[in-house]
């Protein structure tokens, strides 16, 4: 089955929170009002990964789609 990470660039973001409003189960506006990604890790210079299912795949392509600073990214990762 396919993978996908989620990659977040949130230094860009900037709080509109329709991430939130679409999926609060990964997504989350906190209090300096940036989002966060729930369960990521940073890897490098501001950028949070995190790796998604096939099943988590659709909605979080839904969430890519409607964040208007573009600093959320869906990459297929091939896994044997």
Known sequence: ???YKIKFKRSECIGAAECEAIS???WKVQSDGIAS????KEIADG?????I???QFELQE????SCPAGCIKIERCDTD
Do not use: I, N, R, S
């Not at 950028?47 to 790796?51: A, G, M, R, S, V």
């Not at 839904?62 to 789609?65: N, T």
């Open 37 to 40: 990604l729930k369960g990521a």
């Open 1 to 3: 089955m396919a993978k």
């Open 24 to 26: 609060p189960d990964l």
């Open 62 to 65: 839904k969430v890519a789609g």
């Open 47 to 51: 950028w949070f990964e995190l790796e």
């Open 53 to 55: 299912t096939q099943e």
